[in-house]
């Protein structure tokens, strides 16, 4: 795990201090909220619709026991008792006091933590797949690099004003777990002929207003020209990206208007220019960032495999949350555990201080003190020796932590809507638990199979509906809360957009909306390891908008 060096500390600590005068210059009313406003945005404090929010930034996804249980102690001291983990694998407190601020960066600086560009016209937190290191079907691990680029995008001079926020993730197997094809810029690291390391490199990919899917411009990039050629990329966006329409800035309104062959001409043209200057990554540079994410000593538990054949015998419930939380690790003796921050009926991404200190004891006791956020909301042990998985999911149980639904349909992303945020239309939460209740059975959940169901309180798509198998968007029409139901989105290698199926549901109907999705896809599936994503491309929206609609093509238009 990367850990901070004079420079970083110092940064850091100089940033607090600045911005303590700042909110204490606000609070005087020496300052006005117009001139406060991209102050406070610059460390992640956003004024929401009830209150402030604070938005915490964590790195590609990594977090050590020390720094969950900080995160725990500022939900506890400042906040109600909890924090929201994100999509973009932040954590966000909605109740903070402004006042109270300066003292949370401080704190959060005291475990190499800050909330530096979480918001604003920047370049966000990097992400990363959330198995990195530990996969079995990982290439290489991407977080090195997702480290790179955090450092380089840091407050970097030319990119701190761009025309849009810009969002970069990494992923270093061929099973894309990070939605590379939804970002800004979209990394895939993978070896060419020889073996060397580099990255397939998407542009232009992103959700919201105008949902788009990135294009490849480059298939082979060498890892030491990660820098020179991100840097290009970025400075044809600031020079050309729209600055007079904030709905048309950012890069893939630009590389669908200038198209995809002339984008990767003027990238490769700026990139000519950079590429032999000291924007060059020497390899002993790459090697030092990577000795940081050196996996842990992993002995060989080979005890773990009688063990665990004779827990899930005497424990069906035990079983059943190792067959879906639970995934393969490159070490055989070891699997990769997921968290599910969704509970039947609960919020989706919450977790309470108590659940979050329990986290960090399971993961400094059983999981060599690491543990990751998801996009999807959930936490990940990523390193837990199959001899050590009983025990794992006895303290989860205690912790109200032991949901056994990871990837079904009851693990539901979900912004936080019209419930906190000032942008939304519609509420995104209620929504998610009605539907997380109604299908809660886990031998319903089972016989459904793989399920993502994805809900969006506006267009903004913070909630990944476009991308959702299932996808919800909260609307407002005439005064009155809807959802439009979008179908076969998915965010993986194989990306696609959701196809928007008709008419908005009232929130008293949506979740009947969903079920009849659901049996109807029941009811045409070929056989049960048909999943609802392989059923859906393979017969079209027409059954499902025939369910829904009763046949009434005005209805569906």
């Not at 909260?474 to 979008?486: A, D, F, H, M, P």
């Amino acid at each position: 795990m990367y850990r901070y060096d004079e420079f970083d500390h110092a940064f850091v600590s100089a940033r607090v201090e600045q911005f303590r005068d700042q909110v204490q210059r606000r609070l005087s009313g020496e300052l006005a909220e117009d001139a406060f406003k991209p102050l406070r945005l610059m460390n992640g404090v956003y004024l929401q619709l009830h209150a402030y929010m604070l938005r915490v930034a964590v790195p590609y996804g990594t977090l050590s026991s020390r720094q969950l249980r900080m995160l725990a102690h500022i939900a506890r001291k400042y906040d109600r008792g909890y924090g929201h983990f994100t999509t973009r694998q932040n954590i966000q407190y909605n109740w903070p006091r402004l006042s109270d601020t300066p003292d949370i960066l401080q704190e959060l600086a005291s475990v190499e933590m800050h909330a530096l560009q979480t918001s604003g016209n920047c370049i966000r937190n990097v992400t990363a797949d959330h198995f990195a290191g530990a996969a079995a079907d990982e290439v290489a691990d991407p977080r090195p690099y997702a480290e790179i680029l955090r450092q380089w995008s840091s407050v970097h001079p030319e990119f701190s004003y761009l025309p849009r926020k810009f969002k970069i993730a990494v992923t270093g197997a061929e099973r894309d777990r990070a939605a590379i094809q939804v970002h800004d810029i979209g990394l895939h690291l993978k070896k060419d002929e020889n073996g060397k390391l580099g990255f397939a490199v998407y542009v232009g990919g992103g959700q919201g207003r105008t949902p788009l899917i990135a294009k490849k411009i480059r298939d082979f990039l060498p890892e030491e020209d990660l820098l020179s050629y991100t840097t290009a990329i970025v400075r044809v966006y600031n020079l050309y990206g729209r600055r007079d329409n904030k709905y048309k800035a950012r890069i893939k309104i630009l590389v669908h208007e200038t198209g995809a062959e002339e984008m990767a001409r003027q990238v490769e043209a700026e990139f000519a220019n950079l590429k032999d200057t000291e924007l060059k990554l020497p390899d002993t540079d790459i090697q030092a960032i990577a000795a940081y994410f050196a996996p842990p000593a992993l002995t060989n538990r080979p005890e773990g495999w009688g063990n665990l054949a004779g827990w899930k015998k005497a424990d069906p419930a035990f079983a059943a949350w190792v067959h879906q939380n639970v995934q393969p690790h490159k070490h055989p003796d070891y699997g990769m555990v997921t968290i599910s921050l969704k509970p039947i009926g609960g919020i989706p991404g919450d977790a309470s201080h108590e659940q979050m200190d329990a986290v960090a004891d399971i993961a400094e006791e059983y999981a060599f003190d690491e543990i990751r956020v998801s996009h999807e909301q959930n936490l990940i042990l990523p390193h837990v020796a199959l001899a050590d998985l009983e025990p794992v999911y006895r303290a989860l149980v205690a912790a109200g932590l032991a949901t056994a639904n990871a990837g079904l349909i009851t693990d539901i992303i979900a912004c936080p809507g019209l419930d906190y945020c000032a942008l939304a239309n519609a509420r995104s939460i209620p929504v998610a638990q009605e539907i997380s209740s109604r299908f809660g059975d886990p031998e319903r959940q089972a016989e459904i199979g793989e399920l993502k169901i994805k809900i969006s309180g506006c267009i903004n798509a913070c909630g990944h509906h476009h991308v959702g198998h299932i996808g919800l968007l909260g609307v407002e029409k005439k005064g009155e809360e809807l959802y439009q139901i979008t179908l076969g989105g998915s965010g993986d290698e194989n990306t696609s957009i959701g196809e928007i199926i008709g008419r908005g549901f009232a929130p008293e109907k949506v979740t009947d909306a969903v079920e009849t999705i659901v049996d109807t896809y029941l009811g045409l599936r070929r056989d049960k390891s048909e999943t609802f994503l392989e059923a859906y491309r393979r017969v079209g929206p027409q059954p499902f908008k025939d369910a829904l609609y009763g046949g009434n093509a005005q209805a569906a238009a």
